[in-house]
């Protein structure tokens, strides 16, 4: 398995997931870097999974320097087998897992008649069945272990909104608020909740290659007449997983600043 583990003395900044163990997905940049750094900085032991070693190394380089304990494992959610290590490391290594934010996803941008299977199955294997099988060994975890617990998925915008050429990127992201309905009613009963967070457009490696202008406009659109930061998303998916949404389950909270009020293009 690769992993390896960065154990830091210096205090947490707080301790509002003190003795906690948060996994998250897509950990090495974007909004899961944000969210692995805001976990420690709460007082949370977190796992930070990725394909990327380097940018999983350097996140957990950041989080020493906020005296954060950090366990990196090289995963493949497409891979059941490579999902199900990943559960396991964090079980093995910590003995609990409280919370999960499954952030990891790819985009694909295409008018219809020139897309091609092949990056619909991309898609779909990533956004969707990824996904999937993380929930299933999540769960089956924290219900094992019996301490209840908080699931997070990253969905979008683009769920609830229409823009042209997403029609691939959309389907697998309005699956997602489809599958989480079902799933708080399974789990709830064990005091374990499941919500999705749908990011508006945020400044991340995924959006590096729009055209400066075409983000100001997009910024204009918004009600806060800006993109998003990853450091917004962050804070909304620790809010779920945190005490605070206690009675909070089954949903799809749409973080835009207000862009979809006047309908996503």
Request: charged share 15%; proline share 3%; with cysteine.
């Amino acid at each position: 398995m690769n992993s390896s583990l960065a154990t830091y003395g210096t205090p947490a900044v707080s301790s509002r997931f003190s003795g906690k163990v948060a996994l998250v997905t897509g950990a090495g940049s974007g909004i899961g870097r944000a969210t692995a750094k805001a976990f420690a900085r709460a007082g949370a032991c977190v796992v930070l999974a990725g394909r990327r070693e380097a940018e999983l190394t350097s996140a957990a380089d950041e989080i020493k320097m906020i005296g954060g304990q950090a366990l990196t494992v090289i995963t493949d959610i497409t891979d059941e087998q490579s999902v199900q290590r990943l559960i396991d490391a964090t079980v093995d290594r910590f003995g609990r897992l409280d919370a999960a934010f499954n952030n990891a996803g790819v985009n694909a941008y295409a008018p219809i008649e020139s897309a091609d299977v092949a990056e619909f199955d991309r898609v779909f294997a990533t956004n969707v069945r990824g996904v999937w099988l993380l929930l299933k060994y999540e769960i089956a975890a924290m219900r094992q272990l019996g301490h209840g617990g908080a699931i997070v998925n990253t969905s979008s915008i683009a769920a609830t909104g229409g823009t042209a050429g997403l029609s691939v990127y959309a389907a697998s992201k309005g699956a997602l608020d489809a599958m989480v309905r079902p799933l708080a009613l399974e789990i709830g009963g064990q005091a374990i909740r499941i919500n999705n967070v749908s990011p508006g457009v945020v400044q991340t490696p995924m959006t590096a290659g729009l055209p400066d202008e075409m983000l100001n406009a997009i910024g204009q659109h918004a009600a806060l007449k800006r993109v998003g930061q990853p450091s917004d998303i962050a804070d909304v998916a620790l809010w779920l997983c945190s005490d605070e949404a206690r009675f909070v389950t089954g949903q799809s909270l749409l973080v835009d600043g207000g862009f979809n009020i006047a309908g996503a293009r």
